[in-house]
């Protein structure tokens, strides 16, 4: 069972800048075979919860969301077994609950995530991002 732990949430006035991190715990990293691909969501109050950029622990480019593209980069950090976003120029249009996502991938091959939040088995809590002018 993998667990997932958002931190780094807060309040930012508008042009700031954020990392969210997310602890991934319950599984083993890629050089031991497990293969997963993950994700940060972001899901404003009364919209639906989407992709915002993805990588695969196996290799290859990470991929972002149009929208967010150029404000936002996807990190992973493999010996702390942590997953980052860092989000940069920040608008009040950002306000949103951030959530860090996770589903395995059975295959070695690389390609692109799913960007299909039904596709992704685990999630964490979310954490809040308040943008204000």
């Known amino acids: 069972q993998v667990q997932l732990v958002e931190s780094g949430g807060g309040s930012v006035q508008v042009g700031g800048s954020l990392t969210l991190a997310c602890a991934v715990s319950?599984?083993?990293?890629?050089?031991?075979?497990?293969?997963?691909?993950m994700a940060w969501f972001r899901q404003a109050p009364g919209e639906e919860r989407d992709v915002i950029a993805s990588?695969?622990?196996?290799?290859?480019?990470?991929d972002y969301a149009t929208t967010m593209r150029g404000r936002v980069t996807i990190s992973q950090d493999h010996a702390k077994k942590t997953l980052y976003l860092q989000m940069v120029n920040l608008k009040p249009e950002h306000t949103a609950m951030y959530y860090c996502a996770a589903y395995q991938r059975f295959s070695s091959d690389i390609y692109p995530c799913s960007a299909v939040r039904s596709t992704y088995k685990y999630w964490g809590q979310g954490t809040q991002v308040t943008v204000s002018s």
């Open positions: 319950g599984h083993s990293d890629s050089d031991t075979g497990d293969r997963y691909c």
């Open positions: 990588i695969f622990n196996g290799g290859g480019n990470p």
